[in-house]
């Protein structure tokens, strides 16, 4: 939804300082010897990420009504403040991935998730941010995400719905370059 310049803005300093505390509480309840366990669970969940980016711009954004239209606008105005604000993203996160995890398994192992899945979404929206308002050097990482995310708002909606990665399209065959 369109949101005020500090709302925009306002992921970029919550979603760091919630994943430090939730990171350091999370080893700290895990331990020395769980620690990498912990890690390696993060991990999996910040690759885990590329997939929901996917499958949440493919068929949430572009499909489900009302956050269509949202998406819409975005793919028209693509530097107005148009986002998702950090209440929302953060109460979805907390009630569908860290709650349900930590009454299934311990807090150790949902904060392991959480921190995984906040981070890929920090850089998901870092990165989208910086490819509608950065000039990347040319042959560079964010040049091509750019250029592939072009495509995808000008020339076919059809492809490139990964943001921070390609790995997806080209799996499900929506990649165009
Ligand atoms: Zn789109
Ligand atoms: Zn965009």
Known sequence: MQLGLIGYYSDFVVYPLVIAILGVAGLI???EES???WVGTMLICLGLWTLI????????LHHVPWIRDLHDRHHVEERSPVGTPTWLSLGVHALVAF???WTVSDFATASAVSCGLMLGYLWYISVHHMIHHWHPAHPSYLYTLKRRHAVH?????NANFGVTSIFWDRIFGTARL
């Open 53 to 60: 980016e996917y499958v949440l711009h493919r068929f949430v």
């Open 29 to 31: 309840e895990a331990g």
């Open 35 to 37: 620690a990498p366990d």
């Open 153 to 157: 708002h000008h020339i076919d909606d």
């Open 99 to 101: 709650l349900p995890v």
